[in-house]
């Protein structure tokens, strides 16, 4: 029973390792890239931008594609208005009579289908005309740095690349603790993370907000995005490497994005990401851990650690935290001990990818650096510090009891060692609820606090769990579209 246990503990450093074995991987990017095989070349790209009532920030969209460093008769803009009931129509016009042939309109009189529908029915548009020999899909509310298509198009110069992405950079000014919280996320995820996918060779996702195909790859997975799931970017980006393309992150090619600033926002959009990559998850189960030549990286086994490391997570942090506790009641000493492993095992990982994520962009570290040491929350932060410093704390713990000429009872002590074993898995409860209090009267000032405590990487965590049950009850899949403001910093 004691394996068996230890085994439940263990199992909570998976995702942990996944993760840090990822960021290992980015640190060989400077040696194993794309860039031996690119060169200039600057396809005709027909750019398809998504949009339902996005007259806040549509137009600024619109005016930095039309600046871009890439060739003015070589880049069109097609926005498929999904029966948009504000004024983006009157954008759009206005747009299309100041880049005249530059920027199309296309409407569909019913709306409300989702992003997919949304982009077969431009697709359906651009894929008839000749022209177009690339297609760039984003977001309406994103804005691209002058160079990032440009610097997009130069790999696909190269005939085995099917798609190439972006990094999306968390631009809200002057932002929430949410909004950097998400940007060093998005550091960590994007820009680190899929270099070291780049080196591994395989990708998990397409960036929905910016993805570039060419045509022979959009021919290839059948010219249609999938409309049965929450992560059509995700089943492409599948597809597309199941087709025999290669996908790859372009870290230098900069798209800003105006993120939820807060919870409840955060949650909405999360959650239907979490239950799209359920979808995925059983939709390509024929894939996972088949190291063949048809399924690519994507059957390899490091990837399946990768992924499925990150999709259990909160199974694995409930088992962790059952073993800890079962084990305290049966054997006290083997508890402490795997505890110490634990917690010393996830500090030394938190310490090197923290390092790592926060140097590859140093920009937004300089801004997100206070969220990137809190993200696993004040507790789970004392705990780590705990274990890698138990004799100097547990000898400054006794000064201060002999000071004050007491000491715990045992009691106390054993509801500290209980609370303690079981804060891996009720972490989740606690970020879970500064979700349910957020804009309450009279309690919502305790959801950043509630925040804090629990850690961002837990409210993620509690997100995936919510969506475990939304998929095994199939509750309605509903497309929740984030409010934009058209708050992101333009530089």
Request: a positive charge.
């Amino acid at each position: 029973m004691s394996v068996v246990l230890l085994a439940f503990v263990f199992a909570g450093l998976v995702p942990v390792v996944a993760g840090a074995y990822q960021i290992l991987l980015a640190a060989l990017h400077g040696w194993r890239h794309h860039y031996d095989r690119w060169g200039p070349f600057q396809p005709n790209i027909a750019v398809l931008v998504p949009a339902w009532n996005e007259a806040p920030v549509l137009r600024a969209s619109i005016d930095r594609l039309m600046a871009l460093d890439y060739p003015p008769t070589r880049l069109r803009v097609y926005v498929v208005d999904d029966a948009s009931t504000d004024d983006t129509p009157a954008v759009l016009a206005a747009a299309a009579r100041e880049y005249p042939g530059r920027v199309v309109h296309l409407r569909r009189e019913k709306g409300g289908e989702g992003k997919s529908h949304t982009l077969n029915h431009g697709l359906a548009h651009v894929l008839a005309d000749s022209w177009m020999e690339a297609l760039l899909i984003m977001d309406a509310d994103v804005i691209y740095a002058p160079d990032s298509v440009t610097l997009l198009a130069r790999h696909l110069a190269d005939p085995a690349v099917g798609a190439v992405t972006a990094y999306i950079r968390e631009g809200s000014h002057p932002g929430t603790a949410v909004n950097r919280f998400i940007g060093f996320e998005y550091i960590a995820a994007q820009a680190a993370a899929r270099r070291g996918q780049n080196v591994l060779g395989v990708l998990a996702c397409l960036a929905g907000g910016a993805q570039l195909h060419t045509r022979a790859n959009l021919e290839a997975i059948g010219g249609r995005i999938d409309t049965t799931s929450l992560a059509e970017d995700t089943f492409t980006t599948f597809d597309t490497q199941l087709a025999g393309h290669r996908v790859l992150f372009e870290p230098h090619a900069t798209v800003l994005a105006e993120e939820p600033g807060g919870i409840r926002a955060l949650w909405k959009q999360r959650l239907r990401w979490a239950r799209g990559n359920l979808q995925v998850t059983w939709h390509y189960r024929r894939v996972w851990f088949r190291p063949t030549r048809a399924n690519g990286g994507l059957g390899g086994i490091a990837f399946g650690v990768i992924w499925w490391g990150l999709l259990l997570q909160p199974v694995l942090m409930v088992l962790a935290a059952a073993g800890l506790l079962t084990l305290h009641y049966t054997d006290a000493d083997l508890a402490a001990r795997a505890f110490e492993v634990l917690w010393v095992g996830t500090g030394l990982a938190f310490v090197f990818t923290t390092t790592f994520v926060l140097s590859v962009d140093p920009s937004t570290a300089r801004r997100v650096w206070p969220q990137a040491l809190l993200f696993p929350g004040l507790v789970a932060l004392a705990q780590i510090a705990y274990a890698l410093f138990t004799g100097p704390l547990r000898w400054a713990a006794t000064q201060v009891w002999d000071a004050l000429g007491t000491s715990p009872g045992r009691g106390v002590a054993e509801a500290v060692i209980v609370f303690t074993y079981a804060w891996v898995a009720a972490s989740m409860l606690v970020s879970y609820l500064a979700k349910v209090v957020e804009g309450r009267r009279f309690v919502g000032w305790l959801a950043p606090v509630l925040l804090y405590l629990g850690g961002y990487g837990s409210l993620l965590c509690a997100v995936t769990a919510t969506a475990y049950l939304n998929q095994l009850r199939g509750a309605e899949m509903r497309w929740d579209k984030t409010e934009k403001s058209g708050k992101v910093l333009v530089r």
